[in-house]
């Protein structure tokens, strides 16, 4: 391990307390750096009072992101002035921020007009009606190497499909590999950075052929397809993260599980809420929402040929394996760990950016119900979250300037991580 535990405090993954879709007019993030115990101790005191975290894991000497309504802004300012706080103001109104890239999905939506056919560019961010399309068309141009299948619905009634790559050879029974996007819905890189993964195993097969003579793909590009779309409707649904099933709360709706959460194994032990309203809400029940269940499917159906399941998050740069219920190591962590610091390596050599990798517990914070530990315990020999890096204003929200960058820089890691796969199992 290189970390030390209890220096790590706080959430990855942007868990936060958004209750309902908000407003963020005059609201700030704040990006907060604590260089001591304390500091950081009083930081996570913080999220438990409802300041909204997002991004990172608090690693000593590295920053977290906190929005900071108008409301909160006396008492937050005043306590990183006691405490003598690293600080910066790092967005003075988040409202405006997620207004401005509304205005420009809109345009690029009117600009870049999807064809229906071909390969998609990395100009901008797809709906998921668009992702189906595509996937669609690829196992129509590429019957032989590609498959699509109906998986399930989403609560609304979206339908979800995965597309399975092979090399087309036509031999039963190989190895698999099993990846996933689009969990979380505000983390729209993630989708992205997975349809490029497709675009590399299918539109560059020459090149990319040696990843699929021993193993096929298995890919679902959206699985919370509701999620995702909500946070396209409007500037007020920007920073959703949940599914969409109600629940009623003490009279009052809110929305949505936290699909992450909703796993059943050591559902809603630790890191967790009970909440229907909070972000990290487990739901009523392990596999309440139907989106996690068609994961589960999945994970039981391929488990017995699966020997890597991967799921991709944003944002914070971590390449995490289980267990994140406990602190324990599985029996295999050597591999795991293998496989996860190849990954880093290959990007850190690539593009300078830099991955922290190891157990989710002992990187971040205890969060049990995740795929993670759910695609381990079905049987995949390797389980990995990978987290991509943040960017702008929001950190949710790379420019649609900078996606090929942050995609093409995903797949480099990936297939290097498949390729540690492939000398290990
Ligand atoms: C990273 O670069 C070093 C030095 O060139 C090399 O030895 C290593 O194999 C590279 N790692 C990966 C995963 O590409
Ligand atoms: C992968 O994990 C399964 C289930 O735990 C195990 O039976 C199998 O031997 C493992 N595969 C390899 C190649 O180690
Ligand atoms: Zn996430």
């Not at 438990?48 to 309504?69: M, N």
């Not at 914070?316 to 795991?336: A, E, F, K, M, V």
Request: glycine share 8%; aromatic share 12%; with cysteine.
């Amino acid at each position: 391990m290189k970390f030390s535990l209890g220096l790590l405090v706080l959430l990855a993954c942007g868990a936060t307390f958004v209750v309902a879709d908000q407003d963020y007019e005059g609201y700030r993030i704040y990006e907060v750096t604590p260089s001591n115990a304390e500091q950081a101790s009083i930081l996570h005191q913080l999220s438990a009072e409802g300041f909204d975290f997002i991004g990172q894991s608090r690693l000593l000497g590295q920053p977290s992101r906190v929005i900071v309504s108008p409301g909160q802004l006396d008492k937050f300012l005043q306590l990183v002035k006691d405490h003598k706080m690293i600080h910066s103001l790092f967005n003075s109104n988040l409202g405006a921020s997620i207004a401005e890239e509304f205005v420009q999905l809109q345009m690029q939506r009117l600009m870049n007009p999807i064809t229906g056919k071909g390969r998609l560019s990395n100009e901008r961010y797809y709906s998921h009606e668009e992702i189906i399309n595509y996937i669609d068309d690829l196992a129509q141009r590429y019957p032989k190497r590609v498959y699509v299948k109906t998986v399930g619905w989403s609560y609304e009634k979206r339908v979800l499909k995965t597309i399975t790559i092979t090399n087309g050879d036509g031999k039963f029974g190989k190895k698999l590999i099993f990846m996933d996007g689009g969990f979380h819905a505000r983390e729209w890189i993630s989708p992205a950075a997975v349809l490029y993964v497709i675009d590399q195993l299918v539109e560059n097969f020459q090149e990319n052929a040696y990843l699929l003579e021993d193993y096929d793909w298995v890919i679902l590009p959206l699985v919370n397809a509701d999620g995702y779309e909500h946070t396209q409707t409007g500037t007020l649904a920007r920073m959703w993260r949940k599914t969409r099933q109600p629940y009623n709360y003490l009279g009052q709706t809110c929305y949505g599980a936290d699909p992450n959460r909703n796993f059943d194994f050591h559902w809603n032990e630790e890191g967790a809420s009970s909440n229907p309203c909070s972000d990290t809400y487990a739901g009523p029940n392990a596999f309440s929402e139907p989106e996690a269940v068609v994961v589960r499917d999945l994970m039981h159906s391929l488990s017995d040929r699966g020997i890597m399941y991967l799921t991709i998050h944003s944002y914070g740069n971590y390449l995490l394996y289980p267990w994140g219920w406990t602190s324990d190591l599985p029996d295999n962590w050597q591999d795991l760990d293998a496989v996860a610091s190849t990954g880093a390596e290959a990007i850190k050599n690539a593009t300078g950016t830099v991955y922290t990798y190891g157990s989710s517990t002992n990187v971040l914070y205890i969060a049990a119900g995740a795929s993670d530990d759910y695609g381990y315990y079905a049987g995949f020999n390797v389980s990995i979250t990978m987290e991509l890096p943040g960017a702008g204003s929001i950190g949710f929200n790379p420019p649609v300037t900078r996606i090929e960058e942050f995609v093409t820089e995903t797949w480099i890691g990936i297939r290097a991580m498949a390729e540690k796969l492939f000398e290990l199992y």
